[in-house]
């Protein structure tokens, strides 16, 4: 059946054998999800293999936060797409502000990282947004499809590519754009892909992430074009991430 939202957890580097018991309580939200809502959660490398086992045979699909660019190599505390993939991930992130940031990740290197995790059997999460400088100076939209372009390699399947919409600035702030800056962000969005791919790009889902919580979730989840939520802090939160899951839909 053709997912009609997703919604992703993202732990960031938070989790330790310990906080399983959480991975658990999801795997059950997303079993009582409505039969078209997907449910995904990312975690950190170390919790892919024990994530995934528990979650076997559940609605809840297991996923990395990043892969390497590169098949295999001397790339000491990197981990590949194919490992990612052989410790039980079906997904992964790529491309998420943080990495952006932190690690001085260009889309020129997110666009491999994709291809990588595409080729070692991996669907995809990639991750756009502009910051607030961006978004005050006018340039949100050109910012973002910017980012599509370069960031989405030649050669893509589009069936296993998943777009989240994050403005930098709306990441563990508390604070969102309103549902008609989400609205006008995602149907830009959809053009860029809808130029790009076809009818493939018009049934990609787009998530929005940024702050998303219990309260804000249904807003947010019936802006136009939006497919799903991108949560961060509160799918660390069992009973906060359960209330994202039954808002959407
Ligand atoms: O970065 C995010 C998800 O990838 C969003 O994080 P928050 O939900 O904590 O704002």
Redesign the pocket.
Known sequence: MALRQLI???W?MHGLTGDLDKVGHIMRAADEAKPDIGVAL?VPHTLIFAAAELADGSRLDIGG?DCHQAESGAHTGCVSAAMVKDAGATFT?VG???RRTDQGETDVLVAEKLSAALKAGLSVIL?VGESEAERDAGNAEAVVAAQLKTSIPEAVDPDRLTI?Y?PVW?????RTPTVGDVAAMHDSIRRSLKDRFGDAGISMLILY?????PENAADLLTASNVGG???????LDPESFAGIITAAG
Do not use: F
């Open positions: 992703a957890g993202n960031k990312a936060e992130i998420h502000s943080e991750c989240a994050e709306a990441i563990g702030t508390g992430g940024g702050s998303v919580k939520a991108l949560v961060g802090g509160a799918s």
